[in-house]
T-cell receptor, first 119, second 111 residues
Framework: ETGVTQTPRHLVMGMTNKKSLKCEQH?????MYWYKQSAKKPLELMFV?????QTENNSVPSRFSPECPNSSHLFLHLHTLQPEDSALYLC????WGAGGLVGTQETQYFGPGTRLLVL | GQNIDQPTEMTATEGAIVQINCTYQ??????LFWYQQHAGEAPTFLSY????GLEEKGRFSSFLSRSKGYSYLLLKELQMKDSASYLC????????????FGTGTRLTVIP
């Protein structure tokens, strides 16, 4: 039980479809993240939100559109995706501003992910 | 850019000890994390190091040398359930909580 939930767990979509991924955290955190995890590649940070404001967009194509209506919910809207976008999409949350001169142990807590297949 | 390196795969025997290494080159450093990820599941937090030395948590220990840009995760008394991927991640700055991950090391524990 990580306190971060994601729906759906699995999604198959065509290249012309529009779909949305949902993430919800019950940990009282104020930062939320989207990651892409492809086989044999590092977790790729896509977007970061802090107190509902986007603070990072890691050169993600515009066919991925994030939305953060409040600190507990995060969406990833998908449209006209490509087959190479097939991957595991992970959501995470954390406290923000985790360190001073010496960092704190406050880390990111991940949801179970959405396994996406684009045909 | 940030660079985190770890071996792709390792195999070890049940009951044995295994060490998973991680080297990093980042623009800053504010902590190193190890996560465990079973196939099809979320990464879960295992350990954290920000100062040099060894941190022990039960069967798992993690070591850090900041001058060498090096960490390892040590797993003792291996169990079959320890078969998973182990991810090394570096937080590069204070004031934010962005993590940079390695590709992960897939550990297979054999009887």
């Amino acid at each position: 039980e990580t306190g971060v939930t994601q729906t759906p767990r699995h999604l198959v979509m065509g290249m012309t479809n529009k779909k949305s991924l949902k993430c919800e955290q019950h940990l009282g955190h104020n930062a939320m993240y989207w990651y892409k995890q492809s086989a044999k590649k590092p977790l790729e940070l896509m977007f970061v939100y802090n107190f509902k404001e986007q603070t990072e967009n890691n050169s993600v194509p515009s066919r991925f559109s994030p939305e953060c209506p409040n600190s507990s919910h995060l969406f990833l809207h998908l449209h006209t995706l490509q087959p190479e976008d097939s991957a595991l999409y992970l959501c995470a949350s954390s406290p923000w501003g985790a360190g001073g001169l010496v960092g704190t142990q406050e880390t990111q807590y991940f949801g179970p992910g959405t396994r996406l297949l684009v045909l | 850019g940030q660079n985190i390196d770890q071996p792709t795969e390792m195999t070890a025997t049940e009951g044995a000890i295994v060490q998973i290494n991680c080297t990093y080159q980042t623009s800053g450093f504010n902590g190193l994390f190890w996560y465990q990820q079973h196939a099809g599941e979320a990464p879960t937090f295992l350990s954290y190091n920000v100062l040099d030395g060894l941190e022990e948590k039960g069967r798992f220990s993690s070591f850090l040398s900041r001058s060498k840009g090096y960490s390892y995760l040590l797993l003792k008394e291996l169990q079959m359930k320890d078969s998973a991927s182990y991810l090394c991640a570096v937080r590069d700055q204070a004031g934010a909580n962005n993590l940079f991950f390695g590709t992960g090391t897939r550990l297979t524990v054999i009887p």
